[in-house]
């Protein structure tokens, strides 16, 4: 009996590794919830309020820090033994923020005002990580939906969230009953996408192009090739309880619609004036523009490409262009959803990563839940006291995806092996 418990005292610190990496004991999906066939592991963990994120051709993950630690914004993980888990872990660029991506021998990078971008040698390392260029500056940053995520296209233009500072662009911001701003001027430097040269230095809006417009905010967005488009992810707008006589709490909760909107140079998606009702599948004018809950807005406004249910906070995009995922997957779309925090008196709810079906480049049938359990526990989802929160997602080089938590700093790879 005494050598026995010797034994186990020497497999202990293995086991408890082992249970870290894969969530639970005597699995390999990280603690979540996968399609069959498909399995996850924890990578890397506690690096860091980890937003968006990038994957190297050589396997390295670049990922963009919320806010700094240990004075360092950009988190270089590296595989330096082949196992799977980043054993390597360095740092660079003194700010905060969330967009990066990788394009054409650059990293990108950007603060919640500005966007930088650092060479790359031949083996898609930064080469000087204490002096990036910087591209564009000047982004306006009031603290309320301030971040900046970014995508390029392959005409050499970079593209750049800047969210409205606003709810609906009330005289009264988020006041109950108070009216919307006429013309509402926050749209001449907030509320939609802004396109500027990936190459050009010391960029200001003056040098770039208002994009599209009338998007309340976007955290995640992502070039499809397919259509050699832009396709966005907006986080639509909160309390329509604030007018109790058009809208009751249940209202509230399931409304308005989480859209994904493809988009063309000079589309206006419609924010402050309308939201998208996904039950009438209508354009329903704003109440604070006038609206009762079914009068519908103008047509100039562009319709969504796909609806997803209210509040969930959509903040990564990603089309899968791998060959590792069934062929179902490929060229369909990824979205984190980061999980509500407004839907009381109802449960709260996301706190998982889904997958939508695409054809010709266009939304195609139902959405599903295709990684779900960051948040912990159905309580912890009900209650919006998640352990973890989807937020970034990235394409490894064999096709895998990595999905980051901005909770608990928690980087995952799901992998699909056939049974």
Request: some cysteine.
């Amino acid at each position: 009996m005494k050598l026995l418990f010797i034994v186990l005292l020497a497999f202990l610190p293995s086991l408890i590794i082992a249970q870290q990496q894969n969530g639970k004991a005597g699995t390999n999906n990280a603690g979540l919830t996968l399609p069959s066939g498909f399995n996850a592991i924890i990578v890397a963990d506690n690096i860091g309020k980890a937003r968006h994120l990038a994957v190297t051709p050589q396997g390295d993950i670049l990922v963009k820090l919320a806010r700094l630690k240990d004075g360092k914004g950009i988190i270089r993980l590296r595989d330096t033994n082949g196992d799977g888990i980043m054993d390597s872990q360095t740092g660079f660029g003194n700010y905060g923020g969330t967009g990066i991506a990788i394009k054409n021998g650059y990293l990108y990078a950007s603060s919640d005002q500005e966007v930088f971008r650092y060479k790359l040698n031949d083996k898609n390392e930064v080469i000087d990580p204490e002096s990036p260029e910087k591209i564009i500056t000047g982004l306006i940053n009031r603290r309320q939906h301030e971040s900046k995520s970014v995508t390029l296209d392959n005409e050499g233009n970079i593209y750049v969230n800047v969210g409205a500072y606003s709810n609906s662009c009330q005289v009264q911001d988020r006041r109950q009953g108070s009216p919307g701003r006429d013309g509402c001027p926050i749209l001449d430097s907030a509320g939609g996408i802004w396109q500027f040269k990936a190459s050009k230095l010391n960029q200001s809006y003056g040098d770039g192009a208002r994009y599209a417009t009338g998007l309340r905010n976007v955290v995640g967005l992502d070039w499809n090739q397919q259509d050699n488009a832009l396709f966005v992810m907006q986080h639509g707008r909160d309390q329509l309880n604030m007018f109790p006589s058009l809208y009751d709490s249940k209202k509230s909760a399931d409304l308005p619609a989480e859209c994904m909107y493809m988009l063309k140079k000079g589309d206006n998606a419609g924010w402050p004036y309308i939201y998208y009702d996904p039950f009438l599948k209508k354009k329903i004018l704003s109440p604070e523009y006038g609206g009762d809950g079914k009068k519908e807005g103008s047509s100039k406004y562009i319709d969504p490409a796909a609806a997803y249910p209210a509040h969930l906070a959509p903040n990564a995009l990603l089309f899968y262009t791998g060959n590792l995922f069934p062929g179902k997957y490929k060229n369909g779309a990824f979205i984190a959803f980061h999980g509500s925090w407004n839907r009381a008196p109802e449960p709260q709810a996301g706190f998982f990563v889904v997958f939508q079906p695409f054809k010709d480049g266009k939304p195609y049938g139902d959405w599903e839940v295709f990684a779900d359990g960051f948040s912990g526990s159905k309580e912890a989802t009900e209650t919006g006291r998640a352990q973890r929160r989807p937020c970034g997602l990235a394409q490894g080089p064999d096709g895998s995806l990595y999905v980051s938590d901005d909770n608990r700093g928690t980087i995952y790879k799901i992998a699909f092996s056939a049974r």
